[in-house]
């Protein structure tokens, strides 16, 4: 088990930056795969970025260029640094831990077994 807690989201303008956190209750280097999701009121929830265990990252078309996923094995810690914002971009943010079979699952909410409560971002024009 690993707990999961996302923090960083808010209200911001278009073209704003924001940068969220997911804090993990133990360390899952070389044991799960990360990702960030997002949901909008009426939508599916549909994979932002992941970083698989090997270092292998994967973007949503929609937020490629502009969305940065890092990790900080240290402090068992996930980024999701948001720049450029527009407000297609607001959903509530959800970091998840899991374990894909392969890479182009990583971007899948099956893959994953563990999740955050959410953080929620908000994008005005």
């Known amino acids: 088990q690993v707990q999961l807690q996302e923090s960083g989201g808010g209200s911001v303008q278009s073209g704003a930056s924001l940068r969220l956190s997911c804090a993990a209750s133990?360390?899952?280097?070389?044991?799960?795969?990360w990702g960030w999701f997002r949901q909008a009121p009426g939508k599916e929830r549909q994979g932002v970025a992941a970083v698989a265990t090997d270092g292998s990252t994967k973007y949503a078309d929609s937020v490629k260029g502009r969305f940065t996923i890092s990790q900080d094995n240290a402090n068992n810690t996930l980024y999701l640094q948001m720049n450029r914002l527009k407000p297609e971009d607001t959903a509530m943010y959800y970091c998840?831990?899991?374990?894909?079979?392969?890479?182009?699952?990583?971007?899948?909410?099956?893959?994953?077994?563990?999740w955050g409560r959410g953080t929620q971002v908000t994008v005005s024009s």
């Open positions: 998840a831990a899991g374990q894909a079979e392969v890479l182009s699952e990583l971007l899948l909410p099956k893959a994953y077994a563990y």
């Open positions: 133990r360390s899952t280097y070389n044991l799960y795969d």
